[in-house]
């Protein structure tokens, strides 16, 4: 096999699983809102998420139902041979059961259903088969209409699973926003990591103070600021009033652009005729991923931070963020 047919191979699998996901997408119905009704439900009365299936499809199920738990639906993965041999005393009637297996002929989970049933549990069958045991057993068939598998023998399941993660995601996140999950909650599940650092940590965590803040006033020049940020190691020079409020920066970058442009180098310039006036800038109360976002839009490395009454407090640099770990 050439190099050539490996990519057109690699294509052709990647088309065939778009097309699926978009033939998965065309198939959504009224269904699909009974399903998050039932769930939230279900999440209102104390109840949980089972999700389960065999094969590929208990690692799937294990990252739907991880997604969901950590976006506030609480859910758990339920090994179907396992949940025969006693684990399934953690279902409780409470609970709502996602049921996943593309053929809907999975014998793990099809045994799985009667048991369910006489703990009054409700089942959702996730399944590609509208006719099989599976959706004949379920209360409501949740249908995963993807097309045909990428494998070339049409059996390795590769389309199924992807469609079948991309519905699982569906759910996660409508339930997400039907349940008014906020940022706030988002961080108090992920406590570690740059996702818990940028939305638990504050502006006032990662800001610039003290030696390392170059606040000049009305009357300091280009070369004052030049030298302060060299002493300081920072990126920018920031100009305030005499009350403090914040009246422009200047950075490095407008440093390079001024060089570039002049013959002279205007050293004895008053830094207020070559600074940015009125610039972006952020409150102090302010969240870690509020400076990402800004950083993002707005495309500068350098941000004032301001209080409630507009006087500079500090300065967020973006080289700063990976050694946070935030970035």
Not at 21 to 37: G, P, Q, S, Y
Not at 183 to 194: I, Q, V
Request: aromatic residues 4%.
């Amino acid at each position: 096999m050439t190099h050539e047919e490996m990519l057109n191979r690699a294509h052709e699998v990647i088309a065939t699983e778009i097309s699926g996901l978009t033939r998965a997408d065309k198939a959504l119905d009224a269904t699909f809102c009974e399903i998050v009704d039932a769930m939230l439900s279900t999440l209102e009365k104390g109840g949980k998420i089972v999700v389960t299936g065999i094969g590929k499809n208990i690692h799937i199920g294990e990252k739907i139902s991880a997604t969901m738990a950590s976006t506030g639906s609480t859910s758990m993965l339920l090994n179907p041979v396992q949940a025969m041999h006693g684990d399934l005393g953690m279902v409780t009637p409470n609970d709502i059961v996602l049921a996943i297996s593309y053929s809907g002929e999975s014998d793990e989970v099809i045994r799985l259903i009667p048991s369910l049933r006489r703990l009054g549990v409700k089942v959702i069958g996730m399944t590609g088969k509208a006719d099989s045991s599976l959706a004949r057993d379920s209360d409501w068939v949740y249908l995963i209409d993807c097309g045909r598998e990428a494998c070339p023998f049409n059996m390795a399941p590769t389309t199924s699973t992807t469609a079948t993660l991309a519905l699982g995601d569906a759910l996660a996140m409508v339930l997400l926003e039907a349940r008014g999950f906020k940022k706030e909650n988002f961080a108090l599940l992920h406590p570690a990591g740059a996702i818990g650092r940028a939305l638990l940590f504050r502006v006032k965590d990662i800001m610039r103070t003290g030696e390392r803040l170059v606040a000049l006033n009305e009357q300091a020049t280009v070369r004052d600021a030049v030298l302060a940020m060299t002493t300081a190691k920072s990126g920018c020079a920031c100009v305030t009033a005499p009350d403090g409020k914040l009246l422009g920066i200047f950075t490095d970058g407008d440093l390079r652009r001024i060089l570039t442009t002049s013959d002279s180098v205007p050293m004895d310039r008053l830094l207020t005729d070559v600074m940015v006036r009125n610039p972006i800038s952020i409150r102090l109360g302010a969240l870690a991923v509020e400076v990402l976002n800004v950083f993002e839009t707005h495309k500068v490395d350098d941000l004032p931070v301001v209080d409630d009454d507009g006087r500079l407090v500090g300065t967020v640099d973006i080289q700063d963020l990976p050694r946070m770990k935030i970035l």
